[in-house]
């Protein structure tokens, strides 16, 4: 199967067939997509930006005629997105490999979103050294510095597009088979964790394996909430242990690891058993210490390192933080159990600690209590999140849960 070489072949169709004549010495078949619009392509491309921009609907007259840069940006990368995926659905795709500066890291990474975990994905960029988190999204797309513009081939864009090119090849040729499949037959089960709730969830993920579950544990960092619920939505997961909601507090207080307003909503919509705790929720996490916003001058902050402060949830916050937690686990259509650790929800949330605000932690169960269904079950343990009785129970009730719901043979 070829690699799919995605780029603009108007202004980058040098780089581009650099890239190709690398790529096909190493032995690579490569499929050329070309996603440029205007000018006239500088070699001859597998794909046509006809094609491309059919595929996005549209035609290439259009677009030329509508003369708006921004609209065929978009454009491209709807096209690219869509052929990429039904290429990959016919077999026809071994990995993606694209090259550009701002407008093709959007058209080359669009592609790549589209495909999934797995399948190697490769953008040399312009943008690689900065915020790469809208190009990358939730899937293992790898970004590399193109450290110059790429703009004609040079002493350093030479290196550089070359072990581009090698690091593609040595992809495609491995023997490891990447692959969301599982392999081994194991249902998964999806878990959520911050270093302040990592002896619970370890605790709880030796249970669920020992009980013949894979467990696939999620940094709560924004990106690892959107990405596990993106998996579940995509029906890979038997089980949710959502032990660290931390991204919720984020989204209300406007932290940096938000997962969005959607973060606790796919395993309710798909009626997979869940069970939610309130992990990290006494925190919202800001950058260094001169990144915290002015209106929160006069609140409790942590320094967990150099780069990352914590900042302590209110009472009012708390209250707020439980409804939509009740809220969210009461409109699931599934199994679904709140456990609230009582004695603390972090690692720094604990007598002597801190974060150590019983106040706080009263209102947040409050609202929980208070803003609960029927649908939904609520347990309640005198112990703190990371005591291993409260990761036993967690991992025990899921176990339960999951076992109910599966169809009789």
Same mark, same amino acid.
């Given at each position: 199967?070829?690699?799919?070489?995605?780029?603009?072949?108007?202004?980058?169709?040098?780089?581009?067939?650099?890239?190709?004549?690398?790529?096909?010495?190493?032995?690579?078949?490569?499929?050329?997509? &070309? $996603?440029?619009?205007? !000018?006239?392509?500088?070699?001859? =491309?597998?794909?046509?930006?006809?094609?491309?921009?059919?595929?996005?609907?549209?035609?290439?007259?259009?677009?030329?005629?509508?003369? *708006?840069?921004?609209?065929?940006?978009?454009?491209?990368?709807?096209? $690219?997105?869509?052929?990429?995926?039904?290429?990959?659905?016919?077999?026809?795709?071994?990995?993606?490999?694209?090259?550009?500066?701002?407008?093709?890291?959007?058209?080359?990474? =669009?592609?790549?979103?589209?495909?999934?975990?797995?399948? #190697?994905?490769?953008?040399?960029?312009?943008?690689?050294?900065?915020?790469?988190? #809208?190009?990358?999204?939730?899937? &293992?797309?790898?970004?590399?510095?193109?450290?110059?513009?790429?703009?004609?081939?040079?002493?350093?864009?030479?290196?550089?597009?070359?072990?581009?090119?090698?690091?593609?090849?040595?992809?495609?040729?491995?023997?490891?088979?990447?692959?969301?499949?599982?392999?081994?037959?194991?249902?998964?089960?999806?878990?959520?964790?911050?270093?302040?709730?990592?002896?619970?969830?370890?605790?709880?993920?030796?249970?669920?394996?020992?009980?013949?579950?894979?467990?696939?544990?999620?940094?709560?960092?924004?990106?690892?909430?959107?990405?596990?619920?993106?998996?579940?939505?995509?029906?890979?997961?038997?089980?949710?242990?959502?032990?660290?909601?931390?991204?919720?507090?984020?989204?209300?207080?406007?932290?940096?690891?938000?997962?969005?307003? *959607?973060?606790?909503?796919?395993?309710?919509?798909?009626?997979?058993?869940?069970?939610?705790?309130? !992990?990290?929720? &006494?925190?919202?996490?800001? !950058?260094?210490?001169?990144?915290?916003?002015?209106?929160?001058? *006069?609140?409790?902050?942590?320094?967990?390192?150099?780069?990352?402060?914590?900042?302590?949830?209110?009472?009012?916050?708390?209250?707020?933080?439980?409804?939509?937690?009740?809220?969210?686990?009461?409109?699931?259509?599934?199994?679904?159990?709140?456990?609230?650790?009582?004695?603390?929800?972090?690692?720094? &949330?604990?007598?002597?600690?801190?974060?150590?605000?019983?106040?706080? *932690?009263?209102?947040?169960?409050?609202?929980?209590?208070?803003?609960?269904?029927?649908?939904?079950?609520?347990?309640?343990?005198?112990?703190?999140?990371?005591?291993?009785?409260?990761?036993?129970?967690?991992?025990?009730?899921?176990?339960?849960?999951?076992?109910?719901?599966? #169809?009789?043979?």
């Amino acid at each position: 199967m070829p690699v799919l070489l995605i780029g603009t072949l108007d202004t980058k169709g040098t780089e581009i067939g650099f890239v190709e004549d690398r790529l096909r010495e190493a032995g690579v078949p490569v499929l050329v997509m &070309d $996603a440029g619009a205007m !000018g006239t392509s500088a070699i001859r =491309a597998g794909i046509s930006r006809e094609a491309v921009f059919q595929a996005a609907g549209t035609t290439l007259e259009a677009v030329r005629a509508a003369a *708006d840069r921004g609209q065929a940006i978009a454009l491209a990368a709807a096209g $690219a997105a869509r052929l990429a995926a039904e290429l990959h659905t016919q077999g026809q795709v071994s990995g993606v490999l694209s090259l550009g500066g701002s407008a093709g890291t959007t058209i080359g990474t =669009a592609a790549m979103r589209a495909l999934p975990i797995g399948v #190697p994905k490769l953008m040399v960029s312009t943008l690689a050294s900065g915020q790469v988190q #809208p190009y990358v999204g939730t899937r &293992d797309i790898l970004m590399m510095n193109s450290v110059v513009d790429i703009s004609g081939i040079n002493c350093i864009s030479r290196v550089v597009l070359a072990n581009a090119a090698a690091a593609m090849a040595g992809m495609v040729h491995s023997k490891f088979e990447a692959s969301t499949s599982n392999s081994s037959d194991k249902p998964l089960i999806a878990a959520t964790m911050f270093g302040v709730t990592t002896p619970c969830v370890e605790a709880a993920r030796r249970i669920l394996e020992a009980a013949g579950y894979e467990v696939l544990v999620f940094h709560a960092t924004g990106t690892g909430g959107r990405t596990m619920e993106g998996l579940i939505r995509d029906g890979l997961i038997a089980g949710v242990l959502d032990i660290t909601t931390t991204e919720l507090a984020d989204e209300l207080a406007g932290g940096i690891l938000s997962a969005g307003p *959607d973060r606790l909503t796919a395993a309710a919509h798909k009626g997979v058993p869940q069970v939610i705790s309130v !992990g990290a929720l &006494d925190m919202v996490n800001f !950058g260094p210490p001169e990144t915290t916003p002015e209106r929160y001058k *006069d609140r409790r902050f942590y320094r967990h390192n150099p780069t990352v402060t914590l900042m302590r949830t209110t009472p009012d916050e708390m209250a707020k933080l439980g409804t939509e937690l009740a809220r969210k686990a009461s409109a699931a259509t599934g199994p679904t159990t709140i456990m609230l650790p009582l004695r603390g929800i972090s690692a720094i &949330d604990a007598e002597g600690k801190p974060f150590f605000w019983p106040e706080a *932690d009263a209102m947040l169960f409050a609202a929980i209590r208070q803003g609960m269904k029927p649908a939904a079950e609520l347990i309640e343990k005198d112990f703190h999140i990371n005591d291993p009785t409260f990761a036993e129970a967690c991992a025990k009730k899921l176990l339960t849960m999951i076992r109910r719901s599966e #169809p009789l043979p």
